[in-house]
T-cell receptor
Framework: GQSLEQPSEVTAVEGAIVQINCTYQTSGFYGLSWYQQHDGGAPTFLSYNALDGLEETGRFSSFLSRSDSYGYLLLQELQMKDSASYFCALTDSWGKFQFGAGTQVVVTP | GAGVSQSPSNKVTEKGKDVELRCDPISGHTALYWYRQSLGQGLEFLIYFQGNSAPDKSGLPSDRFSAERTGGSVSTLTIQRTQQEDSAVYLC????????????????FGNGTRLTVT
């Protein structure tokens, strides 16, 4: 089976950089994804890593290290609109997505 | 094009009643997922349909929960004899279902059905 762990909450000021770590235990998977969810909204896709290394998408970057069983999402130049919950998710070899419990990011002025 | 559509958006029901939640996935998406999310919590996997394969029902919390997907498109999640602990937002997502080192098919979520059992 799979289990993913991520911090429950992170607080930072506007303009700062935040890193959200996601550690996992699994026997095999296609890739690690990140989703953003604003209060009352649906989760939306942010980034995906199938291979080790860094993927950059604008202010957001995601990293995966299979040998260390961990990944992270990096949020740069934080803006107030980045206040949301962020979920890591593993895609297993059958295509099923298993999500972490989520990290609430609070951006303060 | 149209995204994933779920109906109803809100449902209030009395304890013991049955409810049906509907999901219309994005056209052409072969994979369909149901998740449950309680207030301030993560996404709890319920069931996964992939093409014509038998669904993965491993996340259904009890035999009161069932789901079907007709014609590889629309899906209905049914909860029988609802209990107060069933109150949550039920999210449906669909995907093209192609994964690998160079392909990524992210999940596209609907806005969910907020179920309240009184």
């Amino acid at each position: 089976g799979q289990s993913l762990e991520q911090p429950s909450e992170v607080t930072a000021v506007e303009g700062a950089i935040v890193q959200i770590n996601c550690t996992y235990q699994t026997s095999g998977f296609y890739g690690l994804s990140w989703y953003q969810q604003h209060d009352g909204g649906a989760p939306t896709f942010l980034s995906y890593n199938a291979l080790d290394g860094l993927e950059e998408t604008g202010r957001f970057s995601s990293f995966l290290s299979r040998s260390d069983s961990y990944g992270y999402l990096l949020l740069q130049e934080l803006q107030m609109k980045d206040s949301a919950s962020y979920f890591c998710a593993l895609t297993d070899s059958w295509g099923k997505f298993q999500f972490g419990a989520g990290t609430q990011v609070v951006v303060t002025p | 094009g149209a995204g994933v559509s779920q109906s109803p958006s809100n449902k209030v029901t009395e304890k013991g009643k049955d409810v049906e939640l509907r999901c219309d996935p994005i056209s052409g998406h072969t994979a369909l997922y149901w998740y449950r999310q309680s207030l301030g919590q993560g996404l709890e996997f319920l069931i996964y349909f992939q093409g014509n394969s038998a669904p993965d029902k491993s996340g259904l919390p009890s035999d009161r929960f069932s789901a079907e997907r007709t014609g590889g498109s629309v899906s209905t999640l049914t909860i029988q004899r609802t209990q107060q602990e069933d109150s949550a937002v039920y999210l449906c997502a669909s995907s093209l279902a192609v994964w690998g080192s160079s392909n990524n098919s992210p999940l596209h979520f609907g806005n969910g059905t907020r179920l309240t059992v009184t």
